[in-house]
């Protein structure tokens, strides 16, 4: 209340051009008391919300006719906005440049897409889109990454959903249940399955990377050492890998045990921490084989050839794990699929 207070004791004064205009039709007065000197024409064209309010007050405002509801005889619009606010908004109605978006004020990115929002302005949505996907992408602090999250949940847009959601795969569920974001209060429990829902099949596409049978159903031809079509000659254990070639066609293939310990110990690594992207991901990889290399090593056969093999085929497994992260996002993921779907695939 104190703020009302001051706002309705502050002066007013007129924003500036375009909106300064006294040949305007329609005075926009914001909680600040700035008045905008706006076309009513442009406004409808951008808002329905605004053409319908036209279209039932030709002169606005009509009723309560008070000298207060008037600007030298132009009828006063007051809205519940400030007028940093609806300075962006009406820049993106007006036939003029769009402004910049702030790279860290976050608060005021959020105040225009509830505006928007309210009004029905789509192109003030897609501005804000564009503005929070930049937001995420430069370096915030996590909890703002969250943040938009849950606004990008509570106003329903998807897109923006999973683009921050496969930023957050670098945190950990329990670190985002941490993180205390003001706009929770404004959205369901169903926001939190969606997310897990996703985590989970991103969690299922890397760890089926690490699948033996997999790789040897992608490889054309043996790679040695790593695994050869019959029995080795060296002292490395071989294990029976059925692949199947063709729908019905299986044959048995045998890698060295050591490379099918090296991918466990990757999945394991995985499931433990849910590392899933970028640094985080490669310290898993390397934490198998820095596992792996010394069982190599005993093989006076294999110790040369194949630690430097294992080691180009781990940086093609990294490769791989993050790319079916980026495959989830381009066959279109939904969060609308069901929790029971999600842990079914
Ligand atoms: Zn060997």
């Given at each position: 209340?104190?703020?009302?207070?001051?706002?309705?004791?502050?002066?007013?004064?007129?924003?500036?051009?375009?909106?300064?205009?006294?040949?305007?039709?329609?005075?926009?007065?914001?909680?600040?008391?700035?008045?905008?000197?706006?076309?009513?024409?442009?406004?409808?064209?951008?808002?329905?919300?605004?053409?319908?309010?036209?279209?039932?007050?030709?002169?606005?405002?009509?009723?309560?006719?008070?000298?207060?509801?008037?600007?030298?005889?132009?009828?006063?619009?007051?809205?519940?906005?400030?007028?940093?606010?609806?300075?962006?908004?009406?820049?993106?109605?007006?036939?003029?440049?769009?402004?910049?978006?702030?790279?860290?004020?976050?608060?005021?990115?959020?105040?225009?897409?509830?505006?928007?929002?309210?009004?029905?302005?789509?192109?003030?949505?897609?501005?804000?889109?564009?503005?929070?996907?930049?937001?995420?992408?430069?370096?915030?602090?996590?909890?703002?990454?969250?943040?938009?999250?849950?606004?990008?949940?509570?106003?329903?847009?998807?897109?923006?959903?999973?683009?921050?959601a496969?930023?957050?795969?670098?945190?950990?569920?329990?670190?985002?249940?941490?993180?205390?974001?003001?706009?929770?209060?404004?959205?369901?429990?169903?926001?939190?399955?969606r997310?897990w829902a996703y985590r989970q099949k991103c969690e299922i596409a890397v760890?089926r990377?690490?699948?033996?049978?997999?790789?040897?159903?992608?490889?054309?031809?043996?790679?040695?050492?790593?695994?050869?079509?019959?029995?080795?000659?060296?002292?490395?254990?071989?294990?029976?890998?059925?692949?199947?070639?063709?729908?019905?066609?299986?044959?048995?293939?045998?890698?060295?045990?050591?490379?099918?310990?090296?991918?466990?110990?990757?999945?394991?690594?995985?499931?433990?921490?849910?590392?899933l992207?970028?640094?985080?991901?490669?310290?898993?990889?390397?934490?198998?084989?820095?596992?792996?290399?010394?069982?190599?090593?005993?093989?006076?056969?294999?110790?040369?050839?194949?630690?430097?093999?294992?080691?180009?085929?781990?940086?093609?497994?990294?490769?791989?794990?993050?790319?079916s992260i980026?495959l989830i996002?381009?066959s279109?993921f939904k969060f609308?699929r069901?929790l029971?779907q999600a842990s079914t695939l």
């Amino acid at each position: 209340m104190a703020t009302e207070n001051k706002s309705s004791l502050r002066k007013i004064v007129t924003a500036s051009a375009p909106f300064n205009n006294p040949a305007a039709d329609l005075v926009v007065r914001t909680s600040d008391r700035t008045q905008f000197h706006v076309v009513k024409a442009v406004l409808a064209v951008a808002s329905p919300v605004f053409a319908d309010m036209f279209s039932v007050a030709v002169n606005l405002p009509s009723e309560t006719d008070s000298p207060s509801d008037y600007n030298e005889g132009t009828p006063i619009l007051n809205v519940t906005e400030s007028s940093g606010t609806m300075d962006t908004l009406l820049r993106l109605c007006y036939p003029v440049d769009n402004p910049e978006a702030s790279s860290d004020d976050i608060d005021a990115i959020i105040d225009i897409l509830a505006a928007g929002k309210k009004y029905e302005i789509e192109v003030a949505q897609t501005w804000c889109m564009s503005a929070l996907k930049n937001f995420v992408s430069a370096s915030h602090p996590d909890h703002s990454k969250f943040r938009i999250f849950v606004v990008a949940y509570q106003w329903g847009f998807e897109d923006l959903m999973l683009f921050v959601a496969k930023c957050l795969l670098t945190n950990s569920m329990a670190d985002i249940l941490s993180m205390s974001i003001p706009e929770l209060t404004k959205v369901d429990a169903r926001m939190f399955q969606r997310l897990w829902a996703y985590r989970q099949k991103c969690e299922i596409a890397v760890i089926r990377q690490a699948a033996i049978d997999l790789w040897l159903g992608k490889w054309k031809r043996p790679w040695a050492p790593l695994w050869i079509k019959g029995i080795s000659v060296c002292r490395c254990k071989q294990v029976k890998v059925p692949v199947f070639v063709s729908e019905n066609n299986r044959i048995d293939l045998f890698p060295k045990v050591w490379l099918c310990e090296f991918l466990d110990d990757v999945k394991t690594a995985v499931r433990a921490r849910f590392c899933l992207l970028g640094q985080e991901l490669s310290t898993n990889v390397e934490y198998a084989l820095r596992r792996a290399l010394p069982k190599v090593a005993k093989c006076s056969e294999c110790s040369s050839g194949g630690r430097r093999e294992l080691r180009i085929f781990a940086e093609g497994l990294t490769l791989a794990m993050q790319q079916s992260i980026d495959l989830i996002d381009s066959s279109k993921f939904k969060f609308k699929r069901k929790l029971a779907q999600a842990s079914t695939l």
